[in-house]
């Protein structure tokens, strides 16, 4: 490893962590973005300030950055000859090394004599663990907000915090109850009373919480050291490395709360999964695993022909495989009304309450296998009384006296690699806005493109939009039809974006199931040319009315509201708005009863690829923004 001397803050290498000489300190630090101060300096950076100061004997530690001289300057006063550093002692060029330092950065910092952990955005506060007001400002410090500095603050034996000023403001010992409350770090972990391994996987996984990183691949990758896992990092492939930490956990653990996670407000083919998408689903997810007792030992405490001939059905034990359909798995299953269970031994609440995995059988049958194949149910966990006697065998669920059987079976462990035209397989956007044929021809009557579609998702009450008649055709692409027939049903259909919320949305205390509808199309009844097209381009902006909108939206209504083309001529064609821009008022009504007021506007401009046939829109929604909707009396 590389590591910087103190007094110098030269780079110098020593072939493992416990070859430097009298030990070395660590910082953990949260790399600085363009806004934040001038840019971290990398391994080149300090190998050039070196050599140019090896050439008039200068000391480097001299004309390095602030914070890396800072922290030389503490470590050397702390009585430390080196320090090790990530944003300068890996040479991130070389492929090999950088594999290597994420594989090894938890055993880097847990074998530092002393880690720092620097919190810039923190100002010198001396009475933290007494002071809420310190506290808050402490907590709330973007340090604990980085997925890497989870494994940075559990892994080191001696951490102390910084101040911005570089002030030692106390060590994680000193707050270890208030970080238990905060963070989820059991106490016991931070003053290294109790090993982070005695923790079930769900529990450990549930340390990440909120925190974020910087590339998608380092959700995984920061975690490598909290389960001892070892594998290559591949920058490029998205979410797909936390399955890939998944499935090397699955292969080297028995413990199952790895399938523990939670997932409410996912996509149905996502929570329906084995394996979870992200270390923050398994956010207070308090499941232990209990492993089972020894065959033996069930047996002498079971004393019935039915236990007896469970605990013989015990000897292959739990497993799990990756195969190309899913996880295949050999477990107990328990089937109750209807419902299917697995019991995987997980249990809460200090082993009051079992939990199971909710089960349902998966429509799309593996062709490759004759092994039934299942999907996790949207709820995916079911509390239960303990088994009156451990390994009978008996489960009481919902009243009734049930027994599990062992089988084995196939597990759905990722989402179908099945898409829609455009979306690709690790979507790094929760939302996915679906290509429009129609504006994809060079002289498309006009565009409403993917980012201002999703700047008016963000500014209006809704979540998710479905979008109709946006199918190509040779009228939409300006392209001449040999068939002088009048024009069809399809091709007068005006293009219709219905934006929904999945849940009424909140309003000052209230909440309003909003529907927004924009309809754009031409005009086939005043066709007179223009200088935009053949056929005049109408636009309306309007809310689903509020006796309508406590009504389902079914896909008839859908069907009816996107093929109306009517509209208003002197109204709603857009080369007869001021600017082409057109303001909109909306009236929307409460689940209380209480009317809404609110405004948007809808715009035009000639698009740059083809300004005298095409326009482009966009959408701007004004009034829910911070509780803004004007109430009407």
């Not at 925190?211 to 959700?219: G, I």
């Not at 899913?326 to 209807?338: M, N, W």
């Not at 049903?489 to 909003?514: E, N």
Request: aromatic residues 10%; glycine residues 6%; hydrophobic residues 40%.
């Amino acid at each position: 490893m590389w590591v910087l001397s103190t007094h110098r803050a030269e780079l110098h290498f020593f072939p493992s962590p416990e070859e430097v000489p009298d030990g070395y300190a660590a910082l953990s630090h949260v790399w600085n973005k363009p806004s934040d101060g001038p840019p971290e300096q990398s391994f080149q950076d300090l190998r050039k300030i070196q050599d140019s100061c090896a050439k008039d004997s200068t000391n480097p530690r001299d004309f390095v950055g602030e914070k890396i001289r800072r922290c030389c300057e503490l470590a050397e006063k702390h009585g430390y000859k080196w320090v090790w550093i990530d944003t300068c002692c890996i040479d991130k060029t070389s492929s090999a090394e950088l594999s290597e330092a994420i594989n090894s950065m938890f055993r880097y910092y847990a074998l530092a004599h002393v880690c720092y952990g620097y919190l810039r955005d923190v100002p010198d506060l001396y009475n933290i663990a007494r002071d809420d007001a310190q506290a808050r400002v402490f907590r709330q410090s973007v340090w604990f907000q980085r997925g890497w500095t989870l494994q940075e603050l559990v892994a080191p034996r001696f951490f102390l915090f910084l101040s911005g000023f570089w002030q030692v403001l106390g060590s994680k010992a000193d707050f270890a109850e208030m970080l238990e409350r905060a963070q989820g770090i059991p106490a016991a972990v931070l003053r290294l009373e109790a090993s982070h391994t005695e923790f079930s996987v769900a529990q450990r996984m549930s340390w990440f919480r909120d925190r974020q990183t910087t590339r998608l691949e380092d959700e995984a990758y920061c975690l490598l050291g909290l389960f001892d896992i070892h594998m290559p990092p591949l920058y490029g492939e998205g979410r797909n490395a936390f399955r890939r930490l998944q499935e090397e956990i699955m292969r080297q653990s028995a413990d199952t709360t790895l399938f523990a996670w939670d997932g409410q407000g996912l996509e149905e083919d996502v929570c329906s999964c084995l394996l979870a998408p992200s270390p923050s689903t398994f956010v207070e997810m308090d499941v232990t695993y209990v492993a089972p007792r020894r065959n033996e030992e069930r047996a002498h405490l079971a004393h019935n022909d039915a236990a007896l001939e469970y605990q013989g059905e015990l000897h292959n034990d739990v497993t799990f495989s990756i195969v190309p359909e899913g996880v295949l798995a050999h477990i107990p299953l328990i089937v109750s009304e209807g419902k299917t269970f697995a019991d995987l031994y997980w249990s809460v609440r200090g082993g009051s309450s079992r939990v199971l995995l909710c089960l349902e059988a998966s429509s799309s049958q593996a062709r490759a296998s004759h092994r039934p194949l299942y999907r996790v149910c949207s709820s995916r966990l079911e509390l239960i009384d303990p088994p009156t006697v451990e390994g009978s065998g008996r489960y009481i669920i919902d009243g009734r006296s049930v027994s599990a059987s062992w089988r084995t079976i196939l597990i759905k462990h990722r989402p179908s690699p099945r898409r829609l035209p455009g979306q690709l397989s690790d979507p790094r956007t929760p939302s996915f806005i679906p290509p429009m044929p129609m504006q994809l021809a060079v002289h498309a009557p006009f565009r409403f493109d993917e980012p201002h579609i999703k700047k008016f998702l963000h500014q209006c009450p809704a979540d998710r939009v479905d979008i109709r008649n946006a199918e190509f055709s040779r009228a939409s692409a300006g392209i001449a039809s040999s068939s002088s027939s009048s024009s069809s049903s399809s091709s007068l259909a005006p293009t219709t974006y219905i934006f929904r919320h999945a849940t009424p949305f909140p309003v000052s205390a209230d909440l309003i199931p909003a529907t927004i509808v924009i309809k754009v199309g031409r005009c086939h009844v005043e066709a007179l040319p223009t200088p935009f097209q053949p056929a005049p381009i109408w636009a309306t902006a309007a809310v689903v009315s509020p006796s309508e909108a406590y009504t389902p939206l079914t896909e008839e209504r859908i069907v009816a509201l996107s093929n109306d083309a009517g509209h208003d001529c002197l109204e709603d064609h857009v080369s007869r708005w001021p600017g082409l821009r057109k303001e909109f008022g909306l009236e929307l009504e409460s689940w209380s009863g209480q009317r809404y007021r609110a405004a948007m506007s809808l715009s035009f401009t000639h698009c740059p690829i083809s300004p005298g046939r095409t326009l482009v829109l966009d959408a701007s929604f004004r009034g829910f923004e911070g509780g803004g909707a004007e109430a009407l009396p």
